[in-house]
């Protein structure tokens, strides 16, 4: 199986902030790495597909970057509304996996 | 615009059967692949498996002697089944519609999911 290891597990930040979540895959999954966004008692929502492709109507101060098996999804200035748990998911081979998530939360 | 709602019983006993269906709508459910994944209550995201009408099904490993994933075409719903349950398949429930562009695949569309607690 291929494990993803998020880090941080969460963080704290201040609207207008700069905030970076990191994504590692155990094996290289070349650009097989989703982006989700998830509020409490609500199904994720998907925000980057293919680790740099925003999805269609996501805000624009999200960007997704890779490098090896090495992912980072990076919200520019953080807004209210981006408080919540962010996930990243590989789709390479036949079985997919999570990473454990990142809750991000007001300081 | 592409739904997806999940149902089933909330409350199973454990070493019973799990069922949920997913019914779509929106779109047609002989197209693309059908998914499900859960979350226990304070707990990350696992991807349980996912199914295709015209071929092909994949399950988490771990999983995969528990679960099938079925589709029903007249309905325009698919299912799951997880037998042998205990407490730690105490979960919501998603359903999901896996997408694919470039060649990458993604779940876009999501069910609100269902509470399932496996208790005596």
């Known amino acids: 199986d291929i494990q993803m290891t998020q880090s941080p597990s969460s963080l704290y930040a201040s609207v207008g902030d700069r905030v970076t979540i990191t994504c590692r895959a155990s094996q290289n999954i070349y650009i097989y790495l989703n982006w989700y966004q998830q509020k409490p008692g609500k199904a994720p929502n998907l925000l980057m597909y293919a680790a740099t492709t925003l999805e269609p109507g996501a805000p624009s101060r999200f960007s997704g970057s890779e490098s090896g098996t090495n992912f980072t999804l990076t919200i520019t200035s953080l807004q209210p509304e981006d408080f919540a748990t962010y996930y990243c998911q590989q789709t390479y081979g036949p079985s997919w996996t999570f990473g454990q998530g990142t809750k991000v939360e007001i300081k | 615009q592409v739904q997806l709602q999940e149902s089933g019983p909330g409350l199973v006993k454990p070493s019973e059967t799990l069922s949920l269906t997913c019914t779509v709508s929106g779109g047609s459910i002989s197209t693309f692949y059908w998914s499900w994944i859960r979350q226990p209550p304070g707990e990350g995201l696992e991807w349980i498996g996912h199914f295709s009408y015209t071929g092909g099904t994949n399950y988490n490993p771990s999983l995969k002697s528990r679960v099938t994933i079925s589709v029903d075409t007249s309905k325009n719903q698919f299912s799951l089944k997880m037998t042998s349950v205990t407490a730690a398949d105490t979960a919501v429930y998603y359903c999901?519609?896996?997408?694919?562009?470039?060649?990458?695949?993604?779940?876009?569309?999501w069910g609100q999911g269902t509470l399932v607690t496996v208790s005596s």
């Open positions: 999901a519609r896996r997408d694919c562009s470039g060649g990458t695949c993604y779940l876009r569309f």
